[in-house]
């Protein structure tokens, strides 16, 4: 994972992928709030590493869609949902 230093809110854990729109604009909105976070473009792992990602991330989100972002390993929120996104940093 990837960290992204920031203000201190919560564990903010997001699976992405580096082709995607949508993982992209997650990607900036959190730095534009300038929140605390880690990232891993799940397309670049090795294949060891990508199967371990997405064993994880299936537990959260068994769609396996992205972004998938995991918040203090209690919430998940599937995809670009800006205002979930801004309640959760809240």
Known sequence: ??????R???????YALSTC????KTKNL?????????????DLASDLE???LMDTIRKWN?????PTIVIDD???IVGFKEEEILEAVK
């Open 1 to 6: 994972l990837e960290h992204v230093p920031g």
């Open 8 to 14: 201190k809110t919560k564990r903010i854990v997001v």
């Open 21 to 24: 729109p949508w993982c992209r």
């Open 30 to 42: 959190l730095n534009e709030l300038g929140v605390d976070y880690y990232f891993t473009d799940v």
């Open 50 to 52: 990508k199967q371990a």
């Open 62 to 66: 068994p769609g396996s869609s992205f």
């Open 74 to 76: 209690k919430k998940c």
